[in-house]
C-alpha cells in the first residue's frame, strides 16, 4: 500500500506539538516517549471525505499513546511498517503489516508504537457506521459493536477490505481522481470500505451479517417486508399487517422477532426513515421542506421524526437538506 500524501501534514520533532496536531484530527490523547533520552521524528499527513478520514501517522522513536476511550468513531489502523501493541479494555494484541487493529470505541484504548512503526489510522464516524450497519441488517442495533481488536489483512473479507483501503489511498492522492471531483464516489467509497470492515473484523454482529437477513424469514415476514418496502408511504398500522396476512399483530410481531429481530413498527419506521434521508439528499433546499417530505413518508409527529432522524443517521433533517 502507498503511504498517503495530503494537503494538512506536519512534520515536528517537538512532543507537545505533535500531541496537539494528531488530537485534531483524532482526539485529546497522552503522549510520551516510551525510553529515556529518545527523541521524536514525527510525521503526519491527512485527508477527509465525509464520514471516514485517512491519518498516515509515524513518530520515528518507540511512544506511548493513550487516547482513552474513542467514543464517537472507529479506528482501522493498518501498519506500513514495524510494530503496535495495544490494549483495548480486556482485550490484547500487537499489529505489524498484514495484521490491522479495530478498537472499541467503548473501552479504553492504551498502544505503543515502534520507533519504526508507520500506520495508516482511518476514523470512521460512529453514527455512519452504526447506520449503515442498520441498513445492512435492516433493523436497530439493540446494542453497541464490539469488535474483536485484532485483524488479519493477509486472507479472506481481511484482504478485500486491505485492497479497498489501497485504492482509496491512491485515489486521494491524486487531485485528478473521481473521489475529488464526485460526491458520489464518495458515498460510494466510504460504503464499501465500511461493509468491507464489518464483513471482515470480528464483532458481537458477525453472525447476524453471515446469516442474512431476510433469507432465513418464513414466507408471511417476507411478504411483509416486501409490502413495506414497496409501500411505506401507507397508512400502515400492526394491525393492519397482520390482517393483510390474515394473522393475529402479537403472531406477526413473534415473527418477525424470530425471523428478523425486530418489530413490524420499527422496521417500518426504518424504511421510512431512509427514505426520508434519500429525498432530502437529492432535493434542493428551495424545492421541499423537511416538514413536506416527512408527512408524505408517514411521520405525523414532527418532533418524534426529528428526534428519530437524528438517532439514526447523526444529524437534523435540515442538515441533511442542506449539504
Do not use: K
Request: aromatic share 6%.
Amino acid at each position: 500500500m502507498m503511504r498517503l500524501e495530503g494537503s494538512e501534514s506536519f512534520a515536528s520533532t517537538d512532543l507537545d506539538f505533535t500531541r496537539d496536531a494528531v488530537a485534531r484530527s483524532l482526539c485529546p490523547h497522552h503522549l510520551s516517549l516510551a525510553r529515556r533520552g529518545g527523541r521524536l521524528d514525527a510525521r503526519m499527513a491527512s485527508r477527509r471525505l465525509r464520514n471516514i478520514a485517512f491519518n498516515d501517522i509515524s513518530y520515528g522513536d518507540d511512544v506511548c499513546v493513550e487516547p482513552g476511550e474513542l467514543d464517537s468513531f472507529y479506528v482501522v489502523q493498518v501498519p506500513f511498517s514495524g510494530r503496535a501493541w495495544l490494549r483495548c479494555g480486556a482485550q490484547e494484541t500487537d499489529t505489524r503489516p498484514g495484521r490491522a487493529s479495530v478498537p472499541t470505541p467503548t473501552e479504553p484504548l492504551s498502544m505503543r508504537w515502534s520507533a519504526d512503526c508507520a500506520q495508516l489510522v482511518l476514523r470512521i464516524e460512529r453514527p455512519a457506521l452504526d447506520a449503515h450497519l442498520r441498513d445492512i441488517l435492516g433493523h436497530a442495533l439493540p446494542r453497541p459493536v464490539l469488535f474483536d481488536l485484532g485483524l488479519d489483512m493477509l486472507s479472506g473479507h481481511g484482504r478485500t477490505l486491505y485492497d479497498g483501503i489501497a485504492l482509496a489511498v491512491s485515489e486521494l492522492s491524486r487531485n485528478d481522481g473521481m473521489v475529488a471531483q464526485s460526491r458520489l464516489a464518495v458515498t460510494t467509497l466510504e460504503q464499501g470500505l465500511m461493509t468491507g470492515l464489518l464483513l471482515a473484523a470480528r464483532s458481537n454482529y458477525s453472525e447476524m451479517l453471515e446469516r442474512g437477513a431476510p433469507a432465513g424469514s418464513s414466507r408471511m415476514v417476507s411478504d411483509v417486508v416486501d409490502l413495506i418496502e414497496s409501500h411505506p408511504e401507507w397508512a400502515h398500522t400492526v394491525a393492519t399487517l397482520a390482517r393483510d396476512q390474515g394473522v393475529s399483530a402479537r403472531s406477526l410481531e413473534r415473527a418477525f422477532r424470530r425471523h428478523l429481530g425486530t418489530s413490524p413498527a420499527l422496521h417500518l419506521r426504518t424504511v421510512r426513515l431512509r427514505r426520508v434521508n434519500d429525498e432530502l439528499r437529492a432535493s434542493a433546499p428551495d424545492t421541499v421542506t423537511v416538514t413536506q417530505v416527512a408527512r408524505y413518508w408517514g411521520f405525523v409527529n414532527l418532533g418524534r421524526f426529528a428526534r428519530f432522524y437524528r438517532e439514526y443517521f447523526g444529524e437534523s433533517p435540515s442538515q441533511t437538506l442542506r449539504r
